[in-house]
């Protein structure tokens, strides 16, 4: 991958789905409406933030002029939509496709953490049976995918910029670092040497930063994988994932295993390599 310069390279951050597993009274809520059966966190390397930032205002600007659009209420400045940032789950499927195909082009590599939450919960409920004090929270979730996000050795930059989507009014600075130390460590213990990345964790908001607009895009693909089984948008992007990592798949035997290109490739999509049902 091309860096923007010596040493560095720039990550951007966002999660699709929710770490929520119950409602106010304490029941199950996974897969009702609102709430995901699965949470997911991905990142996103990209060789040229300010190419992609550049080429995406342009896209947007293009589209925004286009007589056909006009009348279409996400592309109006009041709703905050397409409009101000390129969303996947609001942009219409012809807008989508042009996002798609300019990324397609850009240098970019995605990361992901997959939690399927009906193993979660299952976890949480037998932590309760063993321990009546236990309490799930969804900030341990996650961090935890942070951690797993961000514990292998993905680059041997001296220097990565972390640029994560700020969510609601919760400032995660602070847990994201402790977050990402973590991460180092678990590096450290596997690999024998301490990372040399120094990492600048930075909050920002899609409007502000076109490399989350990209990485959401990214994360619509696989999360339209996992919650409905459509192949074909993570299919179209599988030449720049690099890697999906699912907690809950077992594979060999063995829980946590991985979603690679090469076998989808082999075996004509994402889908065919074999998914639990939902």
């Known amino acids: 991958m091309t860096k923007t310069a010596k040493n560095t390279i720039n990550y951007f951050v966002d999660e699709a789905g929710d770490p929520t597993l119950f409602n106010r009274?304490?029941?199950?809520?996974?897969?009702?409406?609102?709430?995901?059966?699965?949470?997911?966190?991905?990142?996103m390397a990209i060789g040229e933030p300010a190419q992609v930032?550049?080429?995406?205002?342009?896209?947007?600007?293009?589209?925004l002029?286009?007589?056909?659009?006009?009348?279409?209420?996400?592309?109006?400045?009041?709703?905050?939509?397409?409009?101000?940032?390129?969303?996947?789950?609001?942009?219409?499927?012809?807008?989508?496709?042009?996002?798609?195909?300019?990324?397609?082009?850009?240098?970019?590599?995605?990361?992901?953490?997959?939690?399927d939450k009906r193993?979660?919960?299952?976890?949480?409920?037998?932590?309760?049976e063993r321990d009546t004090r236990y309490r799930y929270r969804q900030d341990e979730q996650y961090d935890?995918?942070?951690?797993?996000?961000?514990?292998?050795?993905?680059?041997?930059?001296?220097n990565v910029h972390i640029y994560f989507a700020k969510?609601?009014?919760?400032?995660?600075?602070?847990?994201?670092?402790?977050?990402?130390?973590?991460?180092a460590k678990a590096f450290e213990r596997s690999f024998g040497f301490a990372h040399p990345a120094k990492n600048n964790v930075v909050s920002s908001?899609?409007?502000?930063?076109?490399?989350?607009?990209?990485?959401?895009?990214?994360l619509w693909a696989l999360q339209r994988f996992y919650e409905r089984?459509?192949?074909?948008?993570?299919?179209?992007?599988?030449?720049?994932?690099?890697?999906?990592?699912d907690l809950d798949r077992v594979e060999d035997g063995k829980r946590g295993g991985f979603l690679h290109k090469k076998k989808a490739a082999q075996s004509g999509g994402f889908r065919e390599i074999g998914m639990p049902e939902i």
């Open 119 to 128: 193993d979660l919960a299952t976890y949480v409920q037998q932590q309760n």
């Open 25 to 43: 009274k304490g029941h199950l809520i996974i897969g009702d409406n609102g709430c995901s059966n699965y949470f997911i966190l991905g990142k």
């Open 205 to 218: 908001t899609p409007p502000k930063c076109a490399g989350l607009q990209a990485v959401d895009y990214y």
């Open 167 to 183: 969510r609601g009014n919760k400032p995660r600075n602070a847990a994201l670092r402790r977050a990402l130390k973590e991460a």
């Open 65 to 115: 002029a286009d007589p056909y659009f006009k009348d279409v209420p996400s592309m109006q400045p009041k709703y905050r939509k397409t409009a101000i940032a390129f969303y996947a789950k609001d942009d219409l499927p012809e807008i989508r496709r042009e996002v798609f195909k300019l990324l397609l082009k850009k240098d970019l590599r995605f990361y992901a953490v997959v939690r």
């Open 229 to 245: 089984r459509e192949e074909r948008f993570l299919d179209l992007i599988g030449s720049q994932v690099s890697e999906i990592h």
């Open 144 to 158: 935890l995918l942070v951690k797993e996000l961000f514990r292998k050795l993905h680059h041997m930059a001296d």
């Open 53 to 63: 930032e550049r080429a995406l205002e342009a896209l947007r600007a293009e589209l």
